[in-house]
């Protein structure tokens, strides 16, 4: 499942073979987040692969090796979802790990965002141990680097950017869906909608 031309990182999921799960957030409205245009246009000269607007994703945990989920733990999962309310998320900041460039929910939006995955994984039960998952930082990623980016070009490079008013994005549904990563960026295949309850 490595992604093509991205440089190899060291967590489980680029190296497995089969179906691998993630709890992501879908930012299926770019335009709501204007402040993108800044942080593409301050690493267009780095050597990085800058993400297009329908992969845009706020990845929160790291599930594991994928299952199939039968069909009560999907209902006990709608049923969550139908008695929750929609809000918005707010993002600030742009920041980066040794091989990613990404926007930062704030603080409260980690919080409901993290407390949102507890409760829909409630009705699957544990899952087995992932070191990636104790790690997992909620970030949208906005761009991977080809290679080793030099810390010291990323700051240059972003330190006017780390309290950027990115923008905000609804969070108003959850969705069962699949990527195949036979291409560097696939478009999301959605097998099932969870619509908040309001």
């Not at 696939?186 to 908040?196: A, Y």
């Amino acid at each position: 499942m490595k992604l093509p031309g991205l440089v190899p990182d060291e967590f489980e999921w680029n190296e497995f073979a089969g179906q691998y799960s993630w709890a992501i957030v879908v930012v299926a409205d770019a335009s709501r987040l204007p402040g993108l245009a800044k942080a593409r246009d301050a690493v267009a000269s780095l050597p990085v692969l800058v993400h297009p607007n329908h992969y845009l994703h706020c990845t929160l945990r790291a599930l594991g090796p994928a299952g199939a989920a039968d069909e009560a733990t999907l209902e006990a999962i709608a049923s969550t979802i139908a008695q929750t309310s929609r809000w918005t998320a707010q993002v600030r900041g742009i920041k980066a790990f040794p091989t990613a460039i990404w926007a930062d929910p704030d603080p409260d939006t980690d919080h409901k965002l993290m407390a949102l995955v507890d409760s829909l994984l409630a009705p699957i039960g544990s899952l087995p141990e992932s070191p990636q998952r104790a790690s997992t930082v909620p970030h949208i990623t906005i761009a991977y680097s080809e290679g080793t980016v030099g810390s010291g070009v990323v700051n240059e490079a972003l330190g006017p950017l780390r309290d950027l008013e990115v923008g905000e994005f609804e969070i108003f549904e959850a969705v069962l869906a699949e990527l195949h990563m036979n291409t560097p960026y696939p478009r999301w295949t959605i097998r099932r909608h969870f619509p908040f309850g309001a």
